[in-house]
């Protein structure tokens, strides 16, 4: 406990402290925040669990948009780059997500070309990754950025060399899918056959017999009724319970139940990506599925033109908008982050939301439960100002292939 404390007191974490801690510490939930923090002042996502595509068709992203967005593993930073934006400011109160998005940049921007730009960052057991780094990406790198991945591990090796193998198992999220699947394991089910499957038929046929019956286990309910048995998948102690109160009995079981169902069945596997991390712990590199956006081969040129474009902020989105200029920004991703957030701190993100936005700005956001929660949390004079694209969240829900949040929400700027 002492560990802990002295973690949370440190200059790395205070600003995800700031954002988290909303009770006493000796609550119960006091204790489950901060023990949250503490967890996430490390490395949480070496791939972001929203789905890039679904943001910019919903987003209408077009050439000469300024977008501020939310910056986590940086798969949607670079994502939105296809798109041409005239600007992308990212903001992430994380130090290790600001090192990954720095090195993604430059790999963007130095590495000779895509073959060498997706064998870095999307294929597993590329032993000269290192190497690479070392031409040609550690030069260009800021002096924190490139102390973050010169850092020696307790293995001895450098933090860099995790590339050297399969990155995207690192992280929070990356224990926290290597704990499922050693937990389905033990109860006799291979998370990893269902990407054989040749058809969705296939795929329901895996889910309904194999991965389902695992909820109805007594072990396997006992641990997700705890909250921090979610922590690895990035979803703090408020956000829990707003997953809970999807469920009647408050069974959070039956609700991530309907959120694996979504994710092994409603897309074809090949088209899923989220679903071979999840079940693979890979990309479908050697089958020929889909990959995110960023990694594919069409858009490396205009992207590696474009990386000047993004600018990274380590600093909470409030923040970065109160030094923007009135009617300054015209898209705003803000992933899941207003589920962390108390009353205030909502209505603070919301009055420079509304001082910044242009005409026809749009904003996104994914909640935990099903509903925006903006009509029960929001003032007025800030709602009112905001029109909810009720058909563009509905399409937005369906079609996120990521499958762990309730709801996908559209607002536009009313003119």
């Known amino acids: 406990m002492a560990g802990l404390a002295a973690g949370l007191r440190s200059r790395k974490n205070a600003k995800i402290r700031d954002a988290v801690l909303q009770h006493g510490a000796l609550s119960s939930a006091g204790v489950s925040e901060r023990l949250f923090a503490w967890l996430f002042s490390g490395l949480v996502y070496p791939q972001i669990w929203e789905d890039p595509e679904v943001d910019v068709a919903a987003m209408r992203l077009s050439p000469g948009h300024r977008v501020v967005t939310i910056a986590s593993g940086g798969c949607n930073v670079l994502s939105y780059l296809t798109a041409r934006p005239a600007r992308i400011d990212a903001v992430d109160l994380n130090e290790a997500h600001i090192a990954l998005n720095r090195l993604k940049l430059a790999g963007l921007a130095r590495l000779p070309g895509h073959a060498d730009f997706r064998r870095f960052f999307a294929e597993d057991d590329q032993v000269h990754n290192t190497l690479a780094y070392d031409i040609f990406l550690a030069a260009s790198l800021d002096e924190p950025t490139r102390r973050y991945w010169n ?7 450098r933090r860099i060399a995790a590339f050297n193998g399969n990155f995207r198992r690192q992280g929070l999220l990356g224990w926290f899918i290597a704990t499922a699947h050693l937990v ?13 499957s040749k058809s969705l038929r296939e795929q329901r046929r895996f889910f309904d017999e194999r991965l389902a019956p695992l909820f109805d286990r007594p072990t396997i309910r006992f641990m997700l009724a705890r909250r921090a048995s979610l922590f690895g998948l990035g979803i703090p102690p408020a956000q829990y319970d707003e997953l809970a109160a999807e469920d009647r009995e408050r069974q959070v079981a039956k609700v991530l139940k309907a959120r694996l169902e979504k994710l092994a069945c409603h897309f074809p596997i090949n088209e899923n990506y989220f679903a071979w991390q999840a079940f693979a712990r890979r990309y479908p590199i050697t089958e020929n599925g889909a990959l995110p956006l960023y990694l594919r081969a069409e858009h490396f040129q205009h992207m590696r033109e474009d990386a000047g474009k ?15 200029p009135a009617r300054s920004i015209d898209r705003y991703v803000l992933l899941d982050a207003q589920d962390w957030m108390s ?5 603070a993100l ?6 910044t936005a242009d005409r026809g700005a ?38 996120d292939r990521s499958a762990i949040y309730g709801g996908f929400h559209v607002y536009e700027r009313r003119d």
Request: charged content about 25%; cysteine-free.
């Open 350 to 355: 919301w009055t420079e939301i509304s001082r």
């Open 362 to 399: 749009r904003v996104i956001f994914r909640t935990a439960g099903t509903q925006t929660i903006l009509p029960a949390r929001l003032a007025p004079s800030l709602l009112d100002q905001w029109r909810y694209d009720t058909e563009e969240s509905e399409r937005g829900t369906r079609l």
């Open 151 to 157: 850092a020696r591990m307790a293995n001895g090796r």
């Open 310 to 324: 993004v600018h990274l902020h380590h600093q909470n989105i409030t923040g970065l908008l109160a030094a923007k």
């Open 184 to 196: 389905a394991r033990l109860h006799g089910v291979d998370p990893r056959a269902i990407v054989h």
């Open 343 to 347: 009353d205030a701190q909502l209505n």
